[in-house]
């Protein structure tokens, strides 16, 4: 049988002593942890295995022996290190040794129980799997994202099978605390036994954040349900805004990685848009753009309102040589040039007012860019305004009369709709009920290019105004989702978001074991963002392009961007 032993790099220099690690039988593999040094006593050994088995429920033993072959001389331990094996008794037992000035390694898995009779003890083949502890410990494996990734002289394995070796490496944490610093009578050698990483400011601001964080979520929680109109983008955005920062200033501990790398992604996603909002807002106030903004707004909505009376004043006459009902025509010219002029009017009203206005809006880009953008769409709509209930007296009336022919084209077949059972059923009509029928379905036919062609030409200028207003929102969306953080993880240490490994063939001599070495294989970037992309309040299609298309034939009104979390129709 071939057996897979799993050795730290970190432990390639490290003197003669004990294998500690955990043995997986299901897989028939030894995932080598630390290497345990003389002196020592084989109880407080013992008593170290059964601290960190209470503190990570993770059951590590003793797995052989490893000889370094600079101290044989010197010391003579070769003997003394295969009678360990009384002391500690573990089936298989590993004898790895490392001979004096050369790179080859002898490594042998020993079975001492089996059927009674003068046979010698079993001897397994053995696979010696080289890892780097460290990346090990601070990777997070993704099974569902390994790839194949095939090399001259590689071979490759999925993430799924070695999931053991990284959890068994992730949950023995409480091994690695101890370094040659301490005054623990058991010394070990692992990827942290030369100095237990540590930082006292991280320390001090972990002690000092407690209380505050405790604070700001609870006065953030009070805000939060206080603000509860959702009816504009920048309430919305504020919103979840709140959201983020009670989530950065909560207490509880993120107790699994997906949790802290949500946490990691939301804190630096809210710093980066501060920092946009602060660039902007700097922008706007050093430059005076509000004030060129504002002296801009009142003539630039003049022309829009000039242009659109032109466009009035052309479907009023023979647009592109169609025939019109000059009466309806006259009517629906009119009542939209009547309703530009009281636009146009409040625009001027409020003219005074822009600068003061625009200013303290501007203010609001230190929150964000986000809130500013969520700002510049309320403020779209709220200056297109006109064209939005252009738009929706158009549609009403067009809906109005394709409901109408709709309605009686049954009449005409001879069916009705039930209002009861919301179906179509057979019915039978008298001779006035068809003249009537057929003297409103003639009105309704020859009226309804007139109707058709307003309400084409304002859904269009519709259209084009939530166009805008969803590209804002996109942008609103990529800052608010995008997981920062972990791109940034990918980018300066792809190791930590492993999407499974690669065995690199080291050597393979004919008198030693075979070596490999474990690579990790970083996880894609397009994956990255797809699993750890962050909920937004951003907007996003609310119908498919097919209901569109039918709304718009049949004159219903839409919204095709909605705030997430909104119910449909």
Not at 297 to 323: F, N, T
Not at 451 to 476: E, N, W
Request: proline letters at 5%; one cysteine or more.
């Amino acid at each position: 049988m071939v057996l897979k032993a799993f050795f730290p790099t970190c432990c390639m220099s490290a003197d003669s002593g004990l294998l500690v690690g955990r043995w997986v039988p299901e897989q028939s593999s030894a995932v080598v942890l630390a290497v345990v040094h003389f002196p020592f006593i084989p109880v407080q050994v013992k008593e170290l295995l059964a601290q960190v088995h209470q503190a990570s429920r993770v059951g590590l033993a003793v797995l052989g022996t490893w000889c370094h072959r600079r101290q044989d001389a010197e010391e003579g331990l070769g003997h003394f290190l295969e009678g360990l094996g009384a002391i500690f008794s573990h089936e298989p037992w590993l004898q790895l040794s490392r001979e004096r000035g050369g790179k080859l390694w002898s490594c042998k898995a020993t079975c001492r129980q089996g059927p009674p009779g003068p046979a010698a003890p079993d001897e397994d083949q053995v696979m010696l799997v080289f890892y780097n502890q460290r990346k090990v410990l601070l990777s997070q494996l993704h099974p569902a994202a390994a790839l194949p990734d095939r090399q001259a002289g590689d071979g490759t394995a999925g993430a799924e099978g070695l999931a053991v070796v990284f959890d068994t490496v992730a949950r023995s944490e409480a091994l690695f605390r101890s370094d040659r610093f301490d005054d623990s009578p058991v010394r070990l050698s692992h990827w942290q036994s030369e100095g237990v990483e540590a930082s006292i400011l991280a320390e001090l601001a972990k002690r000092a954040s407690g209380p505050i964080c405790a604070l700001l979520a609870c006065l953030l929680s009070l805000v939060s349900a206080a603000s509860t109109c959702r009816k504009l983008s920048v309430c919305e955005q504020l919103r979840h805004r709140l959201e983020q920062l009670t989530l950065i200033f909560s207490t509880q501990k993120a107790e699994t990685p997906a949790q802290f790398m949500r946490k990691a992604n939301v804190l630096v996603s809210v710093l980066l848009d501060v920092t946009l909002g602060l660039a902007l807002l700097s922008w706007l106030h050093g430059k005076d753009c509000i004030g060129q903004l504002a002296k801009a707004l009142v003539p630039v909505a003049d022309h829009v309102a000039e242009e659109l009376q032109h466009l009035l004043q052309w479907l009023m006459g023979a647009p592109a040589g169609l025939k019109m009902n000059r009466a309806l025509d006259q009517v629906l010219g009119r009542f939209f040039l009547y309703h530009l002029h009281l636009w146009i009017s409040y625009i001027h009203l409020m003219s005074p007012f822009i600068e003061r206005i625009l200013w303290h809006v501007g203010l609001s880009a230190c929150l964000g860019l986000t809130v500013a953008l969520s700002i510049l769409s309320d403020i779209i709509a709220l200056l297109t305004f006109h064209i939005y209930c252009f738009y929706v007296y158009g549609a009403r009336l067009y809906c109005l009369k394709i409901c109408g022919l709709s309605s009686l084209w049954r009449l005409f077949r001879g069916k009705k709709w039930n209002v009861l059972r919301q179906r179509v059923d057979s019915c039978s009509y008298d001779l006035d009920q068809l003249f009537i029928g057929t003297l409103l379905f003639t009105i309704l036919v020859f009226l309804l290019p007139t109707t058709a062609l307003y309400y084409l030409v304002f859904t269009l200028l519709r259209l084009l105004v939530v166009t805008v207003q969803g590209l804002i929102h996109l942008l609103m969306d990529l800052v608010n989702s995008l997981p920062l953080y972990s791109l940034g993880l990918r980018l300066c240490r792809p190791y930590r978001l492993a999407a499974g490994v690669k065995f690199q063939v080291l050597e393979h001599e004919a008198d030693g074991p075979l070596r490999l070495l474990m690579q990790i294989n970083p996880l894609p970037y397009g994956r990255v963002v797809h699993t750890y992309r962050l909920p937004s309040c951003g907007c996003h299609p609310r119908h498919s392009w097919g209901s569109l298309c039918r709304k718009l034939f049949f004159g219903e009104l839409i919204y095709p961007w909605r705030q997430r979390g909104d119910k449909q129709d």
